[in-house]
Each structure stands twice: as structure tokens, then as C-alpha cells.
């Protein structure tokens, strides 16, 4: 059979008949074209919009789930072990083997006794539960059909949909145990709140449900500072825990969303509300009968008579014998949390106290106690015109070279009370002569405006009309009442002279000054005196300070040059392990380069091994150096001074500003070295490592300041930095014996 050829053309299909036409389309109306326009692109912008928040979304919530797989898997859990304390702060001091001990326990003074979950009756269990956390045993730390609801009924409250009906919290019992345990009781912000999550999701992979319910009842608040359910049941029934009925039960299981509100004291009725739905919920959930239902909420709860309660402004902090240095640590702490984290002083008081908080202070527990023996002991306190009760004051602070604070006093006799005004710390005053090495003579040596020789005029540099008297005098005077002429920086800074290191600051400037001290020694009330006189406060010691912050300053003296910010802690860890504030990499700033140091060092070895003013500080087992002050009007006595293992600082004076009879002579300074020999009574005599590059030693003719010619007839060896050596005497007649540098010099600051 003939194949018929594939490859002829279809015929093409040609309809006939009369054509269709289309039908036109209406054409739109300029609106209506608008309209079309902006419906599309309000489409396409939700759209896109809509996909853009999917896309996020999903982002978003991949992100976060892994976020909190990664904390819970590495947030460190919470040690129900340490809960029985954690309404406690813990204060560390350091051994004499250095090992970190416990020098202080600091509370509210709560009212309360751990008891075991056995020791406490089934229905005070279940009044918690079922009031508080229905689903308790079938969470796993989160009840988030009730979180959810909490955050749909927090909407509807904002927007005033539906019945308006209480609001109610979605945290479950976990959640307010970790609550409780971190102290975060009034800070409720988001990040806290989702902390709190994470640690309750953690504790419950840990713990058994009786372990963290057992917690959580001795650790709830009860309010009339009372802690836990055998502390409330003493407390509103005047019976243990065991012995509490159905009611008191239900009574004491609704107070804490608000124990102030809803204690059965001070608002009965609020409670028995309260209470009787908790029986209702009991009931609910079969663990009452209707029988025990009924009697319960028909059984009038008796409480005990209202005078057993203390107000909340009654409430004492539990002190036992607390230090001077422990009421420091404590301020400290509480200031920097306020600094750090923006809290109020009262939050950061109260997460102090009652989250479990570990402080490792910087306490010396040997130095604190041996400074105490002497500072309470009334012996050491007697001295013509005075004896133990009408002595001035006196506050004592030591600290080492790495700004550490290693014992504190603040006041002398027995400390009887805690976080009272400590001298130490909270007194800003005028140090006196103790001011000169840090705002005269080592920033115009560190500048090579003097050497150790350069020889000043001892004399008036103004005259000024006393306040006191109205009539005019010769200022500034010198504690000898008389003017020496000629003498060399060292003999100034040893024999405490008052005019050099006012003519020092003013050709330093007083600005130049003032930064220094603050902007580079700490000194956080300075403040600069615009008078005609400003340089007082520079100079000579009239500008306030505390003890802490001189004794901070003269660190440099003694450690080649560094400021160390002072600190009386190293850090501070929650009951986590968290570190809260951590002190431990403060920053070591050179102020001053090491060759000023060293010759400053000598300068204040003058001062007290050479017949200087602060004579009575001088040992023959360890160098020291230093200096003493005095503040106008004779108000306060001081004496800060270096050892090479300690820089310390000591000031009497009494809190009226009353001014110090000069018949009692210099016993601060004896107590500075009794204190100081009690305490390095253990370790090896020694005298300063000092770094001596840059630093030469060379005779120097006392009458020009320079180095010793052949011709000079009296010298004396001292110690110069390499970079601003004097020239070689060649005479004794200034203008032929001094360079012409040396003269520009001397010119500037005479």
C-alpha cells in the first residue's frame, strides 16, 4: 500500500459566516484611572510589606530560637543550694595566706527559717500552685498559653476592649523563684524578663518540681520583712507551718503578688477575697472537697494582734560588727551600680541586700584588724591638752601601689553603727602642706621649671587684707612666721615652706595646676579658686579632698610614676556566677615619667629622714617617705607618706571644724607610724627599688643651685634628672655664674 507523503500541507480551516465583533470596553474615567493607580500600588506596598515582615519574621524567630538554645545551654545555672542564703549579700576579705574568706554576711534582717517541702502541709502546696501556677507540674519552666494570654490582656486593657477585668501576670512558679533569687523584684523591664525565661527553662532541666517548689516557699516575700511560709505562718498565725488550717493556708498563698496589699493584717477583706478563690481553684482542681470548700470559706481566719509587726520604715539592716571598710565597700558598690546600670541608690541597695550577691573586697583582713586594735583603743588616743573622749577624730586609709585599698578606718573608738559617717571616705577636706608634692613641685619638676637644687626666693608674694582682721599682711606666711630668703626646692619641700610652692603654681598656671590634679590624680570635688588668691587651693592644701583620693595620689611617689583609679573591691558576682561590676582591669596611667618619681622619692625621704616635718614617721626598719599638712586656721592635721609596700594616709580633725590646739604636736604622724609597724610587723626590712635611669646624682653648690664648681665651698649631693641638669658653678655671683637658661628659669619662677 502506497504511503501517503507526511510532508503535504494541512489544508487550513476557513470559517465563514458572518464575523464576531468585539465588544469595546467602556474607557475609564480620569478617576477612575487615579483610583485604579493608587488601589494597585496600596496593593503591591501591603503586599510587599507583608512578605518583607514574613521574611523577617522568620529571621527574627530562627534567630532568636538559636540565641536561646545557646543561653540555656550555656547560662550557668542557679545553684538551689546557695538559695537558703540568697536573701544575703556575702562580703570577702583576703586571708593572711591570700585565700578570699568571708569577713561579712549584710541582710535586711528578714524574719525567716527554712523548712522542708515535708514539713509543709500538702494544702499550703497546692494553695500556691493552683492560685499561683496551675500548670506547674506540666511546664517545663514556661507557661506560655498563660504568658500569651497575659500579653492579649495587657492589649486589650491598653485599648479598652472588653471587660476591662484584672490584669494578671504570666510567670509561673519557676519564674518568680529565679525572680526572688536575682533580686529583680522591681526591675521588670523586657531583657529581664526574658532572662528570667531562659533561667527558669534551665532550672527545671536541673531540678526536680519539689526541689524548686520547696525553694520557692521559703524564699516568697510575706511582707512585715518576713521570708517564706514558716517565717509567715509564725508570723500572721502565730503557729508552725504544720499546723496552718485549710483557710490560713489559702490566707497565706495569696499574698505575695502584693504582700502589702494583701497580707490578712493590714487588709483583711482584700485577703479573704483573694482567699476564697484560691479555694475555688483547690476545689477546681479536686484537691479539696465541696465539703472542705464550704467550711473553709466560712472559717474566719484569726490573725495575731497587729503590735507583733513591725512598718517597713522600722526595719533595721542587720549589722553584727560591721568594719569601716565594709560600710565603704558597700557605698561603693551601691554608686557604681547606679553609675553602671542606671539604677535609683534604693534598687541598688536593695539587690545588695537581699540577691544572694558575692563582693570580693580588697580587704587586707590582717591590715584592717590590726589598724582597728590601735584606732579602738582609747590608749592611743591621749595627748596633752586632750585625752580619749575630747581628742579630735582621726581616719586612717592604706592602700597599695596597684590602687587596691587594703584597710580603712573612719573614725576612732568603737564602731556602734553601720554605714555611719565614715571620715575616710565621705569627709572632703583640706589636707594642708600634703597637697604641695602633687600640685607644685611635681608637675614644675616633670616640666623642668626646677631641679632639686634651683634656688628661690623665700619671700611675700602679695599683700592682702586678713578676713579675719580687716587689716592688710604679707601673704602667704610660712608656719615659722618668718621668710628665709634664698633656699633650694629641697630645703622648701623639707621644710614644708608655704611661698615656693605658690610662686611654683603661678608660673605653672593655676589651670595647668588644677588639671593635673584632677584630670590626672583623681581628685573628683576639686574646685578652682577664681579669687585673687586661687593659688590657695593649689598650693596649699585649702582645695577639698578625701582620704582615699590623697592616699591614691601619692601611689606615683613610690611606683615609678602610676595612678591607679582606687578601688575597695574587685568585682561582684550574683548567685549565678555572673560577674555584676568587675574592678579588675582598671587602667595603670603613667601621670608622671619615671625619673620625676624617683627624684620626687628622694625629695620626700628629706622630708621625713632629714630632719624634715614629718620627722616622727620615720623607721629604721623600712624607708619612708612623705609629707605632712596642716589646713588653715590649724583645722586639720594630715600626713600621707609611702613604705615600699604600703602608701598610707592619715588626718585628725574634729567634725565641727573646731580648730586643733598646736600644744598636741604631730601625734598624727606618731599614730601613722605606730599603724604602719603593727602592720608590716611581719615582713623584712627594705627600702625603695627605685628606677634610676634618667636619674644621676651629683654635688651642687647650696648658694647658686648648680653643680659644684672648684670654687664652691658648701655643697651637698642630690639627685637630678638627666634631662635638666644645672650648669657648673663658676662664682657666686649670680649673674656670672649661672647660663643663661638657668637664668631665664630661676627669672620665670621668682
Known sequence: M?????????QRVVRTGKPVKKRRKKPLTKGQRVAKTIFATIGKVLLTSFLVMVITGCIVGTALTIYVLQYVDSEPVIQLSEVEMSNSGTIF???????????????????????????????????????????????????????????????????????GGDRFGGSTITQQLVKNINGDIYNRTVEVKIKEIMQAMNLERNYSKDQILEAYLNIAGLHFNTI??????????????????????????????????????????????????????????????????????????????????????????????????????????????????????EYAEEKLYTGGWKVYSTMEIQTQQRMEAIFENDDNFNASPYNSE????????????????????????????????????????????????????TPALEQNLI?????????????ITDPKTGEKRQWPSNYSKKYNGPVSIVDAVRNSLNTIPVQLVQSLGVDNSYKFMKDELGFSKLVKDTSQIGEDSMALGSAATNLVELTAAYQMFGNGGYYVEPTTYTKVVDMSGKVILDNTKREKKQVISTDTATVMNRMLWEAVNNGGTGARAASSKWEVVGKSGTSNDYIDLAFAGCTPYYVASIRYGFDDNSAISNKMGRHDISLWKTV????????????????MTGVV????????????????????????RESNIPAVCTGHDGAQSTSDSEQSTVSAIQ
Not at 94 to 120: H, M
Request: charged share 25%; net charge negative.
Open 451 to 463: 631641679t632639686w637644687s634651683t634656688v628661690m626666693m623665700d619671700e611675700p608674694v602679695m599683700e
Open 697 to 720: 646624682q651629683e654635688r651642687y653648690c647650696t648658694e647658686t643651685g648648680l653643680l659644684a664648681g672648684s670654687d664652691c665651698t658648701s655643697t651637698k649631693t642630690g639627685y637630678f
Open 676 to 691: 604602719m609597724e603593727s602592720v608590716q610587723q611581719d615582713l623584712p626590712s627594705k627600702k625603695f627599688d627605685l628606677n
Open 228 to 345: 517564706g511560709v514558716q517565717a509567715g505562718a509564725n508570723l500572721y498565725f502565730g503557729k508552725d507551718v504544720s499546723e496552718l488550717t485549710l483557710a490560713e493556708c489559702a490566707s497565706l498563698a495569696v499574698i505575695t503578688k502584693s504582700p502589702k496589699n494583701y497580707n490578712p493584717i493590714s487588709n483583711p477583706e482584700a485577703n479573704k477575697t483573694r482567699r476564697d478563690n484560691c479555694l475555688k481553684k483547690m476545689l477546681e482542681f479536686d484537691r479539696i472537697t465541696q465539703e472542705e470548700y464550704e467550711e473553709a470559706i466560712n472559717t474566719p481566719v484569726v490573725t495575731v494582734d497587729q503590735s507583733n509587726t513591725e512598718s517597713e520604715e522600722e526595719q533595721e539592716t542587720t549589722t553584727n560588727k560591721q568594719s569601716w571598710f565594709v560600710d565603704a565597700v558597700i557605698e561603693d558598690v551601691i554608686d557604681d551600680l547606679v553609675e553602671q546600670y542606671d539604677y535609683t541608690e
Open 93 to 163: 576579705g583576703i586571708n593572711a595566706q591570700g585565700d578570699y574568706e568571708v569577713v561579712q554576711q549584710i541582710s535586711r534582717g528578714a524574719k525567716r527559717e527554712w523548712v522542708s517541702l515535708s514539713q509543709i502541709p500538702q494544702d499550703l502546696q497546692d494553695a500556691f500552685v493552683y492560685f499561683e501556677d496551675e500548670r506547674f507540674y506540666s511546664h517545663e519552666g514556661v507557661d506560655f498559653k498563660r504568658t500569651f494570654g497575659a500579653v492579649l490582656n495587657e492589649i486589650l486593657n491598653l485599648f479598652h476592649i472588653g471587660s
Open 2 to 10: 502506497e504511503r501517503k507523503n507526511s510532508n503535504k500541507p494541512v
Open 390 to 441: 575630747t581628742m579630735p577624730q582621726a581616719s586612717m586609709v592604706i592602700m597599695d601601689y596597684e590602687g587596691n585599698v587594703r584597710g580603712l578606718i573612719g573614725g576612732r573608738g568603737e564602731k556602734d553603727q553601720a554605714r555611719g559617717f565614715n571620715r575616710a571616705t565621705m569627709a572632703y577636706r583640706g589636707f594642708g602642706s600634703t597637697i604641695k608634692p602633687l600640685s607644685a613641685y
